[in-house]
């Protein structure tokens, strides 16, 4: 079935263009995910998209359709916290690898999934290796205490090239976000989802609350799921889509920086190093990202 239908109710226009019910886009997605759609058809819905801009229920059915194409993880072992990492960093160093360290160090199992989205960034997955993680090449079962690295192609090979249409197209498209909400565990997962820009955190809250998600939601450092390491941002935590704010922003001059190492990816590896081995402080706004996703996982355990 071709998605042309769909096509011309998203593609009139920021002002004209219709949105798609939970099921429709659900539809559109499989269809995209599945490769059944030409080029041209795949190109018209990216940008289309783009122009409009993706509704919650739209994502919510976005992210039915890329739940059952899923090469899931199994996570029945303990709770789970789900790390994507698609950004990368630029200006800062990207301290997704420490978080991920820190909350293995909390007994959590750690699934971080992405691939590198822009060019003449330093990736977590960089880092990671640095630090003798290396990317999986086939699917397995999570370990409390230890984290994973699972590549985007792994999870879904259809996600992957969607992913790869900014490299044809030039701009960011569905996929980028769908990635940072979605749960690749074949069991309830506390996902740390980012966003950039604040009007994200509206329409990221409303998804996940309509697929019922157990989740921290932040500002990320540079859209990483990481709090930024000088100033606390605001975090909301949902437990089966039920939010409550958890942290408010840092208001106010800092009182002083924290000693970061410079974003290459072996300095920020020694540096991590230091901070696991307690001979640097970890930087207070990532203790507190770590003590509320161990307060949910502790949710996960616990009957509503």
């Not at 886009?25 to 759609?37: E, N, R, S, T």
């Not at 194409?69 to 994507?84: C, D, E, Q, S, Y």
């Amino acid at each position: 079935m071709s998605i042309k239908n769909y096509i011309k109710d998203i593609g009139r226009g920021r002002d004209g263009a219709r949105s798609l019910n939970r099921a429709q886009a659900a539809d559109l997605m499989g269809q995209v995910l599945d490769g059944a759609v030409t080029d041209l058809e795949l190109g018209a819905f990216v940008i289309a998209m783009r122009i409009k801009g993706e509704t919650p229920v739209e994502m919510a059915g976005f992210l039915d359709a890329l739940d059952t194409r899923l090469h899931k993880i199994p996570n029945a072992a303990g709770p789970t916290v789900v790390l994507p990492s698609y950004n990368g960093a630029r200006k800062l160093p990207v301290l997704t690898p420490l978080l991920a360290l820190l909350l293995a160090r909390e007994g959590l199992a750690v699934v971080v999934h992405g691939c590198s989205t822009e060019a003449g960034r330093v990736s977590a997955q960089s880092v990671l290796e640095a630090l003798g993680i290396a990317a999986q090449t086939a699917i397995g079962n999570t370990v409390p205490g230890s984290v994973q690295w699972v590549p985007t192609a792994l999870l879904c090979p259809g996600l992957q090239r969607l992913l790869d249409v900014r490299q044809v197209v030039g701009l960011r498209n569905s996929a980028h976000s769908l990635v940072k909400l979605l749960n690749p565990c074949t069991h309830p997962a506390v996902v740390v989802g980012s966003y950039t820009h604040p009007e994200y955190a509206v329409s990221m809250a409303a998804t996940l609350e309509l697929t019922q998600a157990n989740a921290l939601l932040l500002r990320g450092t540079e859209g990483e799921p990481v709090a930024d390491a000088r100033r606390t941002p605001a975090m909301t935590a949902l437990h089966q889509g039920h939010a409550r704010q958890v942290e408010d922003v840092q208001a106010g001059a800092l009182a002083a920086l924290p000693s970061l190492p410079a974003p290459d990816a072996p300095t920020t590896a020694l540096w991590i190093q230091a901070v696991l081995a307690g001979q640097q402080p970890v930087p207070e706004p990532i203790t507190r990202q770590v003590r509320h996703i161990v307060q949910l996982c502790h949710t996960l355990r616990t009957p509503s």
